[in-house]
């Protein structure tokens, strides 16, 4: 993988880690298509630089739940939503521990892609028939736990999954973004730290990895800003089409 390669699959990460349209599932095409080889440690690398795009841009609400960790109160609004995260977090966890050779087994697998397509492309289509007022709370949490779990699919979005099952559960769209966003946190630190070492064995140029962090590190959080623009203006569901339209170019692709 040269510094070229590199830069692609970092800009496409930044892209798509955010958008619903699959992040993984995009890295999977770009790296058959483009004859890239590019171990799972990179891609974990770029993964870090989109948990520092959400970091920054979710600042404001992780300060908050820092100061209610220091001076925690009786029924602290904060610190509730802080423990429903954490339940949210615990089906993802136990899902990528067990599993964790079976999906990484499907990063290589343009059929399965495919079809994580076609699925999240369903959800992000009937979610805003769902919409709702109401707030997150253990129930909700949960469910949008396990269906993040589902995500590590490549080809599933982890924010088109999570953001669609929070609407359909009657959550508000800000607060089904916001939920999700905090979510991807520690999903995405978990699968950097599990794959740090295989990173460190990694045949690939310090610098190398470096540009890559930082490049998807930039595009991400433009793309957060796009992504929640689209969320306040109701456009969520039109992502639906983008991921049938290359699911059916990747059908076609297999085929000819």
């Keep these: 993988m040269d510094y070229a390669q590199a830069m692609l ?10 958008l619903p349209v699959s992040s993984s599932g995009h890295l999977v095409i770009a790296q058959h298509f483009f004859k ?22 979710m600042r404001k ?6 100061a209610s960790l220091a001076n925690p109160e009786k029924r602290n609004p904060t610190l509730k939503y802080l423990t429903y ?3 949210a977090t615990i089906p993802v966890g136990v899902a990528g521990l067990m599993f964790k050779g079976f999906f990484e087994s499907l990063f290589s697998n343009l059929s399965a892609v495919t079809a994580g397509l076609l699925f999240t492309g369903l959800l992000l289509f009937i979610s805003e028939r769902h919409l709702k007022s109401g707030v997150i709370d253990a129930k909700k949490a949960l469910t949008i736990g396990l269906m993040q ?16 099952t929070g609407l359909m559960a009657g959550v508000n769209r800000e607060d089904a973004a916001r939920f999700s966003f905090l979510l991807s946190i520690p999903a995405i ?3 950097v730290i599990v794959e740090s070492g ?3 064995n990694a045949s690939i140029d310090a610098q190398v990895v ?18 929640w623009q689209t969320i306040l203006q109701k456009r969520f569901h039109l992502f639906a089409y983008y991921c049938w339209a290359l699911a059916m170019a990747l059908v076609l692709a297999q085929i000819l």
């Design 198 to 200: 295989s990173l460190a």
């Design 210 to 227: 470096a540009a890559g962090v930082l490049a998807s590190a930039i595009v991400g959080y433009l793309s957060l800003k796009l992504l």
């Design 189 to 191: 630190l978990g699968g």
């Design 61 to 66: 609400d992780l300060t908050g739940m820092l």
């Design 149 to 164: 779990s589902i995500a590590i699919i490549p080809g599933v979005s982890r924010s088109g999954t999570t953001i669609s």
């Design 85 to 87: 995260i954490i339940l």
């Design 36 to 57: 890239i080889n590019a171990p799972v440690a990179f891609d974990a690398a770029l993964h870090f630089g989109t948990l520092i795009s959400v970091l920054v841009f």
């Design 9 to 18: 699959l970092s800009i496409i990460q930044g892209i798509t880690e955010w």
